[in-house]
């Protein structure tokens, strides 16, 4: 991978290339690292240790002004007036078809104050876009905010440690304030795994190396290692990503979003006639679970096709992987309505390595 | 580097890696093919002969119906009324305060629809957001179009022996349709070396590889290879790139744009103030051309400033190669007024490498 200028580098890139990371990816134009030795050990240790991950790459998009609640209210179907301040939301951002811009968590900062902390896409241009095609009374920015996570079983030990006792009572999805390794922070209880943990928003990028010093001295005692967003990991717990499982052309209705968004909510949104008209109808394909049949497949590098017991096309696989947890193949897919019932067996065309598989519950457990 | 769902795959992926591409960049995310065994090389098969990149991340924005012409105007500050249906214009996008949003070619396909090809930023979004906001009659979206460049000085004698010799009366940053390898595609005079040539505009990602073939196999006489954008030919032709030289904290002035913009044009647009009042009070800095002394340096992976005769911090360097032309280091650097003249000598700190430089006129001739 050539690097310029025009991708940017995160505060806490020198400590993830100094700890062995080896392969990357860009997200949102910023380096990511991806992987440590391999995805395989590092999901065990992240099942029983501590983790640190830079997830810099996770950009902040500023939104604070008079009219910032309303214009927050009408990018997303989630009703944001029952977010208080200091607590964080998951929620899809739908253009005016219904169609995925990103899947951000909104931080409430103050009532006329959020951040959208957001997946792989340029969701400020688009927010900057309404608010001064609606003459919004509003600031639309990318700040100077670089999240580190701290992720695993022994996070809370560690914040503790680091921090105070009094983390351990933050709630799940609340976040507070504090002053870490010198430079203000903000830390929440949140994270891109199912193994519990903190995502610390660094406000100052030149202090990224002494942030990541004091957990990772505090650390060692807690066996902490780094790490990154997992793909075993994330989809054994259900996290679907942008970009691969939900895209512009994909609802949240589709992408069973439905827990995340308030289709008839007070405020004003863009997607409500789109949104309103999927549940009248029903949605005409969605994204389920699959176990896949037989041993560990390439990975994917362009759509697979699934195909329904007489041969028909009717959807495609969005992510993959080999799980650990439940020793067989594990994906994600998208398909037409009358083939998502638990149980129903389908075929996959992984560009020519053809296997069974079979739609499970969202939870995994059963078919 | 980690390649998923997210990252997209360009219809020409497969040529480009069996002819040798050995490193990629990701942009607009989709890969982008960098380097063919080396930049030196590269570049001198290109002054020479012809090359095949593939350059399919240039994506497009479509931009369709009664308000699009309205809409064009809206976000740029070059004047659109002027272009004529089949006709290019080399526009940066700016937002209400003047900074660079994008720096697209922007083709007329019709007096109610335009292609912006763009540069590395989700342009999709914010213009769909103006739209919205404004309420305008219009569809925005990304079509399947993806760019193939011919480039080199044998181009026009490639493009006459595959499409016809009516190809040779193409003017520079005009465009015809034709139906290449059997699919319909657009074929500009234009694309980002100095050394002549066209873009290919496919619109059928799963012809790529059939339109790939026919230019590579017509275009072994003519001692064809594959390139890409090369570092060293776009600084020494003068061409800056998005997200390096010109940010979204970057006005048209500054980057040296004036030929490509407006300011007094009719139509609606939304940076109008912020530009009216550089131009009155003056630029505070400018995009400049310097030579920098000594041997080749390491490359740029992070700011390096600019300093005056008194040490004193006066702008930063955006991009940088070793010239095989000039035989020095050139590079584009973002500089204070007061030092903007040529012939101002300057010192550059490349992360300890101190050298010492000088600006040069912007087609870096003399200083």
């Known amino acids: 991978m050539i690097l310029s200028r025009r991708l940017r580098k995160s505060p806490y890139e020198k400590r993830a290339i100094e700890n062995g990371a080896s392969f990357f990816s860009l997200y949102n134009k910023m380096t990511l690292p991806m992987v440590y030795e391999s995805y395989e050990k590092s999901y065990e240790h992240l099942c029983k240790h501590v ?9 902040q998009v500023e939104i ?6 309303r214009l927050t209210e009408l990018i997303t179907p989630r009703d944001i007036s029952k977010c208080a301040v200091g607590q964080c939301l998951y929620a899809p951002l739908c253009d005016e078809y219904g169609g995925i811009i990103n899947d951000p968590i909104i931080l409430r900062l103050a009532e006329d104050r959020f951040w959208l902390s957001i997946a792989d896409s340029d969701v400020c241009l688009w927010v900057k876009g309404i608010a001064y095609g609606r003459g919004f009374d509003v600031k639309v920015f990318e700040p100077d905010v670089s999240p580190l996570a701290i992720q695993g ?29 010198g430079t203000p922070v903000k830390i929440a209880r949140s994270g891109w795994s199912g193994k519990g943990g903190f995502e610390v928003y660094l406000q100052d990028s030149s202090r ?16 902490v290692g780094p790490g990154a967003p997992n793909l075993i990991e994330r989809i054994e717990t259900g996290l679907k990503s942008y970009g691969a499982d939900m895209t512009i052309d994909t609802n949240p209705i589709e992408a069973a979003l439905e827990c995340y968004i308030d289709i008839d909510k007070e405020a004003e949104y863009m997607c409500r006639d789109a949104l309103v008209s999927v549940r009248e109808k029903g949605e005409s394909r969605r994204l389920v679970n699959l176990f896949i049949d037989g041993e560990d497949m390439a990975p994917m590098r362009s759509d697979w096709p699934v195909l329904s017991e007489n041969g028909a096309k009717v959807g495609f696989v969005t992510s993959k992987v080999w799980s650990l947890k439940y020793e067989t193949n594990i994906a994600f897919a998208m398909i037409d309505a009358p083939h998502i019932r638990p149980g129903t067996r389908v075929t996959i065309d992984a560009e020519g390595d053809v296997r069974s598989a079979v739609v499970r519950t969202d939870r995994w457990e059963s078919t």
């Open 64 to 69: 604070v002004g008079p009219d910032a609640l």
């Open 208 to 223: 990224g190396e002494e942030l990541w010093d004091l957990f990772w001295g505090v650390g060692q005692k807690y066996n």
């Open 153 to 181: 079983p022994k996070a809370d030990d560690l914040m503790a440690d680091v921090v105070g006792a009094h983390t351990r009572d933050i709630r799940f999805f609340w976040f507070i304030d504090e002053t870490v390794a």
């Open 51 to 59: 983790q640190l991950w830079d997830v810099a790459c996770q950009r």
